[in-house]
């Protein structure tokens, strides 16, 4: 009953500044949505083989790493995605606590400063809406977040090598990530913590059906194969 009245308040909302044409565009784009959806990203790899460059650490930061109690952040997480929407998402939550996951998080005296989530096996990626199981010794970055304040000190760079290091010493042999093309910062983060371009990967659903198009020729249904490679 709280949901129905939480939409209808928004749906008059939209009546009131944009007339009926305004509701049934929104209607319209939202069940576009679930009929057909894509979106284009590239995959980063970083490789442990390679030597690990010094870690600046200019500002004293510290990184505590958090495995089977991972509370503390989900409860920042709760209070603050009103804020920022994109840092809480049920069904990755969700799926960090039943997998284990590893979630990096950067402070400076011992105040909040940033995360990483890291997927470790089996892992719930939100922007494709589907699980996708990483093999063994490999690591999936799916999310990084720095407080505003503390954004363009490369601090995202300083929490990437760190997890590098504990990863490497941990028998891991190589971390990925995905980007959007439109997130521009992210890549040169990622540029600068040695990560480099692998593929370039399009999602695409249709009704219920997703499937993946590597490199513009090839076709997959599942990520698995291209992620063990």
């Not at 576009?32 to 690990?52: E, N």
């Not at 990184?63 to 009103?82: A, G, P, Q």
Request: aromatic content about 16%.
């Amino acid at each position: 009953m709280k949901a129905e009245m939480g939409i209808l308040a928004k749906t008059m909302g939209e009546y009131s500044k944009k007339g009926l044409k305004g509701v049934l565009h929104k209607v319209l784009l939202k069940t576009r949505k679930y009929v057909f959806y894509t979106t284009k990203s590239t995959w980063y790899q970083f490789d442990m083989a390679d030597s690990l460059t010094r870690i600046d650490n200019m500002f004293g930061l510290d990184c505590e790493f958090l495995v089977s109690d991972k509370s503390t952040l989900i409860e920042w997480l709760k209070v603050n995605h009103s804020i920022y929407p994109w840092i809480y998402f049920e069904k990755e939550i969700e799926s960090a606590i039943r997998n284990d996951h590893v979630f990096a998080v950067v402070s400076h005296k011992k105040s909040f400063v940033g995360y990483i989530k890291v997927g470790i096996g089996s892992t719930y990626i939100h922007d494709f809406d589907v699980n996708i199981v990483f093999p063994p010794r490999t690591a999936f970055v799916y999310d990084t977040f720095v407080l505003p304040e503390w954004r363009g000190k490369n601090v995202a760079v300083y929490a990437l090598l760190t997890l590098a290091d504990y990863l490497k010493h941990r028998g891991f042999e190589r971390i990925l990530c995905h980007i959007e093309d439109w997130n521009q910062s992210s890549v040169r983060t990622f540029s600068k913590a040695y990560f480099y371009p692998r593929n370039t990967v399009r999602f695409i659903r249709i009704a219920e059906m997703g499937f993946y198009v590597l490199d513009r020729r090839r076709l997959y249904r599942k990520l698995e194969p291209y992620v063990a490679g």
